[in-house]
């Protein structure tokens, strides 16, 4: 019998004070959020990353480490663009992304050494959920 599919969803974002939990079109967020989530059904040799990919350009930019699978997650300073001004007003997409062993090395190593960000992400990743949003400062 196969294992259960894994469910992996992003519930709210946490700024400035701020909760939302209702994602329309687009979401206006500063430039550091918090990323908060669940997940159930996820095997131990996988992990999960959350990438931020700017509309424009489309290249995932892994944040710097996985987050710990366990039934409710948030993730700190999730950084939507560079703290350059020029970012304001700008698409970015953040996803929450299950790895397998192999494509969670590549992430990681893009993570910490490679700032370019990645045209496709790596085998063996799957895009699980989405939200867009819009950087406002």
């Known amino acids: 019998m196969p294992p259960p599919t894994p469910n992996i969803t992003i519930t709210s974002l946490r700024f ?3 909760e939302v939990t209702s994602f ?3 979401i206006e967020v500063p430039r550091d959020i918090n990323v908060v989530g669940k997940c159930s059904n ?3 040799n996988y992990s999960i990353w959350l990438c931020v990919v700017p509309i ?3 290249k995932y930019y892994p944040q710097r480490e996985p987050i710990q699978p366990d039934d409710h997650w948030e993730f700190h300073h999730v950084g939507i663009g560079r703290s350059d001004p020029a970012d304001s007003g700008r698409q970015f997409i953040i996803c929450a992304v299950l790895a397998d062993e192999v494509a969670s090395s590549v992430l990681y190593q893009y993570a910490q050494e490679v ?3 990645m045209e496709t992400l790596p085998t063996g990743a799957t895009i699980c959920d989405q939200i867009l949003v819009r950087r406002s400062r």
């Open 115 to 117: 700032f370019t960000g």
């Open 56 to 58: 424009d350009s489309f």
């Open 24 to 26: 329309g079109n687009e």
């Open 42 to 44: 996820v095997q131990s």
């Open 16 to 18: 400035d004070e701020n």
